[in-house]
């Protein structure tokens, strides 16, 4: 997007939370799109929907405007069984307007207060936060600004009606068609945004910051290791990739995380690593996997932070099977991937005791990233969508 008169592009955004502090998965991507977004040249402005608002090097912030609501509704989220009875009563639309009532006006001060302090912005874009809770401020910011207004939805598809969402189900109520696009990392959910009022569809898929996640050199002491959270809606591919396979191999299996349900056979458990020790691991296992939740995997061209990340790192990658996978890496020269535990116990064999193959695979999946898939890049597709809604 080119402004004219040689100034900087001038974006206000309004994400989930830019707290690292919060449990919610896409932070660190949101951090690394923003400052892809200052290395293109963008001067962005950053409002957070929830926590403490953060300043660094690559963007300014206003403060949250409404931080007391948005931890008052993370702890309702707590009383599960009164939301549920809630939900069940009202169709799922009574969190939503109390939202929408309590926090509208405190929305409307934050922006005009921008709009009296900024005077221009270019573009406005709002990026994982609940549609519902928002319904209408869209509507009022474009009639403020005179821009256009793009939603992101990272979390696709489990952000979708059919699915539930990770917490309250954000499309019930809301209204897609106050937005000039709605952006998705997920090609195959282009026809049900549609049929939700989506005006325009546009996909910017995951990336990395690859100064973020480089390589570290140490010796590999650990065959196999897979890394999340949980093993939330990836049970059966977990049993494939590292449950099975483990009881069959003599190798050393580590998973890192919170919660498990599934059996992880003879592999090893440890809690969830911060992102300075995770990369150690990474860099000293000999296999990474990738396994990602069955929603995503299942969905076509539904990108991921976790194969960029390892990419970047230089990581020998397995995958689960992943419908679209062959879009950001060729199978079988930058990633593996494993359709049974048969496959995955024969290529984790392979690979264990041939390290040139493992180091050339890695350098050819870093090179992928550098080429394709760094946030910097993605940042130009967000631009090249502005540039399309002029």
């Not at 990770?166 to 696009?181: K, M, P, T, V």
């Not at 990738?290 to 960029?308: D, K, L, Q, V």
Request: with cysteine.
């Amino acid at each position: 997007m080119n402004i004219d008169n040689g100034r900087q592009l001038k974006l206000l955004i309004v994400c989930s939370t830019l707290d690292l502090d919060y449990p919610y998965g896409a932070t660190p991507a949101i951090w690394q799109m923003l400052k892809g977004l200052y290395e293109v040249g963008c001067d962005t402005i950053v409002i957070p929907y929830r926590g403490k608002s953060v300043r660094t090097p690559w963007w300014r912030a206003y403060p949250n405007p409404i931080s007391t609501y948005g931890e008052f509704y993370a702890r309702m989220h707590v009383y599960t069984k009164f939301f549920s009875r809630l939900h069940k009563t009202t169709n799922g639309e009574a969190f939503p307007q109390l939202a929408r009532t309590l926090t509208a006006r405190n929305w409307r001060r934050i922006f005009n207060k921008i709009l009296e302090k900024e005077k221009e912005i270019d573009a406005v874009m709002f990026v994982g936060v609940p549609l519902n809770q928002l319904t209408g401020l869209a509507t009022y910011v474009k009639g403020m600004f005179d821009c256009p207004v793009i939603y992101y939805d990272l979390d696709v598809p489990t952000s979708l009606p059919k699915y539930g969402g990770f917490s309250f189900n954000y499309y019930i109520g809301a209204n897609l068609s106050e937005y000039d696009a709605i952006v998705t990392p997920s090609e195959g959910v282009s026809a049900e945004l549609m049929q939700l009022g989506a005006k325009r569809i546009f996909i910017v898929h995951f990336g990395v910051d690859p100064d973020l996640y480089l390589p570290i050199k140490t010796r590999q002491d650990i065959d196999v290791f897979f890394y999340a959270t949980n093993d939330r809606n990836r049970e059966k591919s977990i049993s494939m990739m590292i449950t099975e396979p483990s009881l069959k191999l003599e190798a050393d299996f580590l998973v890192s995380g919170v919660s498990y349900s599934v059996d992880l056979g003879n592999a090893k458990k440890i809690s969830m690593l911060p992102f300075s020790l995770w990369r150690s691991y990474a860099a000293r296992s000999k296999i990474n996997l990738n396994i990602p939740r069955e929603n995503h995997a299942n969905t076509y061209a539904t990108s991921t932070s976790r194969p960029f990340e390892l990419a970047a790192m230089e990581s020998c990658i397995v995958s689960s099977p992943y419908n679209g996978l062959d879009k950001w890496f060729r199978t079988g020269e930058e990633i593996f991937v494993a359709n049974s535990s048969k496959e995955a116990t024969e290529l984790y064999t392979w690979l264990i005791n041939d390290e040139d193959l493992r180091r050339k695979v890695a350098l050819k999946a870093r090179k992928r990233v550098l080429e394709e898939h760094t946030f910097r890049q993605r940042a130009k597709d967000i631009l090249e969508i502005f540039d399309k809604l002029k």
